[in-house]
């Protein structure tokens, strides 16, 4: 199970950009003096077997909040339990439980699909019997024996992505983290991406599925958590989240937490 | 850290650009250019030292035997020339060479003054200045005659006309050995190639290893792996240190065999006083570019680490080139020695190591506290690297 309490993440400017922010004034509230507030108060939870939905428009704090939840970014105030462990006191233990997976995160070019998932397999510590069964298993279940031996540059966007996922579950992880993991993707490759996430849902994994779809989000998710201006607006069902407004559908919700202001700027 | 050392590696070998950059250029490329155009550049000279010229007298009988002095000379040939315009002659090419004695000049012999002639030719380039030297040099040939011709006529023995030409003549005795003589001129050179190589051999590999990764999106996910981000960085840093140290003697061992190849297995012309380095200064030369590549591996590997794109670690690396260089160009200087203050200066003090071991002259001291102060200025830079990789707003620099 993840629980995250009352998390904040603050970034220095750097010297260019505080002089330029120094005689403007600020229209974002997380601009702080010197400092910007890219998270302020996320908390959200995300049990065993349950998929969690984190929303937010561009610039919320969502891929901030992942950051941290991954252990790339160290937060600034409030706790990320995994299990009871502290995130940021376990590192090592988080991270031998977390799969990561972006729109952004690449493989190494140069690198065979197999080479690229072993050698993931092995920075998690997998033997060499424990590997191979595992991709075995993986690029069954993903059909990738076909190009496992391509080097991934020769690769199409949707056998990347799918070689991707192989890369990030290949230490069988316990949370998985997609962070907009659809971006950029033809129909095909984000159907790869998002049946492998649905065929996750009957383990006991926790997924964290940030997203700006909100049909995948209707057709994945157990829960919602949507973040704006770095603070937790919503956090509960899916369902509870439709029920908010009279259509019942996600978009509408969607529009009516998110900040105002923002939207018409 | 082995493990990420041998991904590196292995993704570093198969790529082209660095391969190309690397090794193919620095061991191949370079070597059969710097050969090639040095054989061309020969046969070119030697080309211009046997070619015919056709030489043209004016009132030639006026300096009896000068003329005689080319026609007995291989590959000049006496022509006449139809007109007086001298320029359209040359130009033209009916003749090479115009050898004007004016109207009412005497023999030097028998004259009591300086005697001008004028010589007419078209010498724009290096070519051209070895045809004149070797017209120029008939020509004091037979000024050599007519001193000494001149001299009889005064009475004077060859002796006095040594002592009228040149009063005070220096016999050299230097006791330098070539090695030294050689070294003081191969030294900085063979010093600015070494370092020249160690920096462009880590250039590549730090661009990939650094910056390269951030913009796949790679860096990120290594980041969320049990490996600690020291362990990481240490990896990159080993990367572009065998990289750089590789593609160094690759390309000294290309050089020597190319040497061999264009030579026929014969002697190494000027390359001579090599032969005459011992083992252990070979050895040091290599020791000392281990502190000197980690130096550039840390500087480059940060930078690249530090940049937000490969246009902007690129912009980087130039200014690093030139400062790495800067310290080379300095120990160039003449009169700078590796002593105590300046064995403290980072690269020069290498550089002017090096060049005291070509020539042979090293204070093996010096080197000792060269070594002392470079490896702790590498060490320091490999913390700073180190520590520099675990910084948020550097790893996540947008």
Excluded at chain 1, 145 to 168: P, V, W
Excluded at chain 1, 174 to 202: H, M, N, Q, R, W
Excluded at chain 2, 306 to 324: D, H, R, V
Excluded at chain 2, 343 to 354: D, E, F, G, H, Q
């Amino acid at each position: 199970m993840i629980e995250i309490k009352g998390l904040a993440k603050s970034f220095a400017y750097d010297k260019k950009e505080a002089k330029k922010k120094k005689n403007k004034v600020a229209t974002d509230p997380r601009e702080g003096d010197g400092v910007f507030h890219a998270v302020r108060d996320v908390s959200f939870s995300c049990d065993k077997g349950k998929v969690l939905g984190l929303l937010g428009p561009n610039g919320a704090g969502k891929t901030t909040t992942l950051r941290m939840l991954s252990t790339a970014l160290e937060p600034t105030q409030g706790e990320i339990l995994i299990n009871g462990h502290d995130v940021t006191k376990e590192p090592r233990y988080a991270q031998k439980l977390i799969g990561f997976l972006s729109g952004k995160t690449g493989l190494y070019h140069r690198l065979t699909v197999r080479e690229n998932v072993e050698y993931f397999g092995r920075m998690h510590g997998l033997s060499k019997q424990v590997m191979d069964e595992r991709i075995d298993k993986i690029f069954s279940m993903l059909d990738m024996h076909t190009f496992a031996g391509k080097r991934a540059d020769d690769l199409s966007t949707g056998m990347m992505q799918r070689a991707s996922i192989a890369r990030a579950v290949i230490h069988d992880p316990k949370v998985l983290v997609f962070d907009e993991p659809t971006t950029g993707l033809d129909v095909i490759s984000a159907k790869t991406v998002l049946d492998f996430i649905e065929s996750y849902k009957e383990t006991e994994m926790s997924v964290i599925f940030s997203t700006h779809h909100l049909h995948e989000v209707e057709r994945l998710c157990d829960d919602v958590c949507l973040i704006d201006l770095g603070e937790t607006k919503f956090f509960g069902s899916t369902q509870e989240f439709a029920a908010q407004t009279a259509s019942g559908n996600l978009y509408d919700a969607f529009l009516n937490n998110v900040n105002k202001k923002e939207e018409v700027a | 850290m082995w493990l990420v050392y041998k991904k590196e590696l292995l993704e570093i070998l198969r790529d082209k650009k660095t391969l190309i950059f690397s090794i193919l250029l620095p061991t191949i490329i370079f070597p059969v250019l710097f050969f090639g155009i040095g054989k061309f550049t020969q046969s070119k000279t030697e080309e211009a030292e046997t070619k015919e010229l056709k030489v043209a007298f004016v009132n030639a009988s006026a300096f009896e035997g000068l003329s005689t002095l080319f026609t007995a000379e291989k590959h000049f040939k006496k022509v006449t020339i139809e007109s007086d315009d001298y320029k359209a002659e040359i130009l033209e090419d009916n003749v090479d060479f115009i050898i004007e004695i004016p109207e009412g000049t005497s023999l030097p012999s028998n004259s009591r003054k300086q005697e001008v002639i004028n010589l007419y030719y078209k010498g724009s380039s290096k070519l051209d200045n070895i045809s004149s030297k070797r017209v120029k040099d008939i020509i004091e040939a037979y000024n050599n005659t007519e001193r000494l011709a001149l001299g009889a006529r005064f009475n004077l023995s060859t002796d006095n006309i040594k002592a009228f030409n040149k009063p005070i003549a220096v016999e050299n005795q230097n006791f330098a050995s070539e090695r030294e003589r050689m070294g003081e001129f191969a030294g900085p050179l063979i010093a600015y190639i070494l370092i020249a190589l160690a920096v462009s051999g880590a250039m590549y590999p730090a661009l990939e290893l650094g910056v390269g990764e951030k913009e796949r999106g790679t860096l990120e996910t290594l980041l969320l792996t049990p490996m600690t981000k020291g362990k990481i960085v240490m990896a990159k840093f080993g990367v572009i240190f065998t990289a750089s140290f590789f593609t160094v003697i690759v390309t000294l061992l290309s050089y020597f065999i190319w040497t061999y190849i264009f030579t026929m297995g014969g002697k190494m012309g000027g390359l001579d006083f090599l032969s005459n380095i011992s083992g252990l200064d070979l050895l040091l030369v290599a020791v000392l570019l281990v502190p000197l590549t980690s130096i550039f591996a840390s500087i480059m590997l940060s930078a690249s680490i530090y940049a937000k794109n490969m246009k902007e670690a690129q912009a980087y690396m130039s200014p690093i080139f030139m400062l790495g260089f800067m310290p080379v160009i300095v120990a160039f200087v003449p009169g700078m020695e590796l002593d105590v203050k300046t064995a403290m200066i980072p690269i020069t003090n290498v550089a002017l190591a090096m060049k005291d071991l070509v020539k042979g002259t090293v204070d093996y001291t010096m080197i000792m506290v060269l070594l002392g102060s470079t490896v702790v200025i590498a060490g320091a830079l490999l913390y700073f690297t180190t520590q520099f990789f675990k910084k948020e707003k550097v790893l996540f620099r947008s």
